[in-house]
């Protein structure tokens, strides 16, 4: 009986153990909410230095496995640039950060040049973001490249699916 008592202590203590030790590795919904996911789509506010052009608009989508689409207003007819592609990922301090690049046309349409761009994004809750990005004009293969001088401000909502509403 005393063996019987001892084994059922020791499996009640296990069980208490790894009972403990699930509590603690499962996140509270404050940590969750705090981890949110950039995964979707966005509009995007950029706004440059004040003498490169006035603030702009971007949509971006952040996809899983870290793939990043982004088409950029444009205003110049024909377009100048194409849509821009890049990746993204989740750096150790918890922000984003991504690099995508666009082809820059001639007026015949030829490819001429890339820009790079290069961002850091935080997210301030699960619905908006603030960020800031360079810009750098590279070489068709997206090498030798020249940053341009300053930085763009970024602020960005999510775009949420809304509940369609017929007459």
Known sequence: MKKHSQHLKVTIFVVAFFYIVALACTPTAEAQETAVNIEGSW??????????????HSLVSFSAGGVFIADVQNDLLPPVSSTQHGSWTRLSDGRIGSTQYSFIHDPAGHAIATIKVVAVYQLTDKDNLVGVGAQSLCDLLGQNCFQFPGSAQLTGTRI???QLVLP
């Open 160 to 162: 949420t699916v809304e």
């Open 43 to 56: 509009l995007i506010t950029v706004t440059p230095p004040p003498v490169v052009r006035p603030p702009f």
